[in-house]
């Protein structure tokens, strides 16, 4: 027999729906990173919740207004396609100075240089190496990179996080795929960014929280690092925030996770979840 809709609904945005006290499996709409619903008068209300699927990667914006008991999923392969290919997109702009052309072209300036610098023959570090991170390292392979991949739990092939500090020198990229946690926050912090070498590029489509931000902002003045940030923080970025016009940093306003590939896989992954809800089988993607 087919579930009733009260039994599992999704709260997008304004007044919660009627029977809410009902609902078992909650669905946060994937803005409230962004534009935040207030979770924390929302969940209280749902006195029969027993799982909550977000449709994002991280559930940190989620998880400290999950109760105890409550079976926490994320939304792990959703955001495979469009993140790392975002990646890849802000790797090769930054490297082949795209920037730097656009810029020049509406001035009709031809800056012609045949020396410029490659991603082919580059160490790429990916630092949290999980399913978007597997995704990128597929995206990588034709480019003719080394690829480094580092992970909290080593396993073969995947570097554990104890050797980052021998690891980070020899890095020409960095790519920051982590989620934020306790331990994660400002993660790249002064020291981290001391260890990479002379004009490695820092790649950031993780969470903005990972990087203290000061920090990078000195090593981008100085010109010594380059940086592709798809997040930051604060975020959104202050139009007076000096990351703007920093010399080698390129931004864009968190969209890596944000393209057509992502709709129809977060449909697939919601549908299967409720599938197995109603089964009362294992749920997928269990954080908590």
């Known amino acids: 027999m087919r579930p009733s809709r009260s039994k599992y609904d999704t709260y997008v945005s304004g007044e919660p729906p009627a029977g809410i006290e009902r609902v078992e499996l909650y669905v946060p709409a994937y803005d409230t990173l962004s534009t935040p619903i207030d979770l924390g008068a929302i969940v209280p209300q749902m006195r029969s919740l027993?799982?909550?699927?977000?449709?994002?990667?991280?559930?940190e914006h989620v998880a400290p207004h999950v109760p105890d008991g409550v079976t926490l999923c994320n939304a792990r392969g959703v955001h495979d396609a469009a993140t790392s290919e975002m990646a890849m997109a802000l790797m090769l702009a930054s490297i082949r100075r795209i920037p730097e052309f656009v810029r020049a072209q509406p001035t009709h300036e031809w800056r012609h240089d045949t020396s410029g610098p490659a991603l082919a023959d580059s160490r790429v570090l990916i630092l949290g190496y999980g399913s978007i991170g597997e995704a990128l390292a597929r995206r990588l392979e034709p480019f003719e990179c080394d690829v480094v991949k580092v992970a909290r739990t080593a396993r073969d092939g995947v570097r554990p996080m104890s050797e980052l500090p021998a690891l980070l020198p020899t890095a020409d990229v960095v790519v920051l795929l982590v989620p934020l946690t306790a331990e994660t926050r400002h993660l790249v912090d002064a020291g981290f960014l001391a260890r990479m070498r002379d004009g490695a590029l820092l790649v950031n489509v993780a969470r903005g929280g990972v990087?203290?931000?000061?920090?990078?902002?000195?090593?981008?003045?100085?010109?010594r690092l380059l940086a592709a940030l798809d997040v930051t923080e604060p975020e959104p970025l202050p139009a007076g925030h000096g990351l703007w016009d920093s010399p080698g940093v390129l931004v864009s306003p968190h969209v890596a996770g944000g393209s057509t590939a992502m709709v129809p896989r977060m449909h697939a992954l919601v549908r299967a979840q409720l599938a197995r809800f109603a089964a009362g089988d294992d749920l997928l993607n269990v954080v908590r």
């Open 50 to 59: 027993r799982a909550v699927q977000t449709l994002t990667a991280g559930t």
């Open 211 to 223: 990087v203290d931000s000061d920090a990078l902002l000195a090593e981008t003045r100085s010109g």
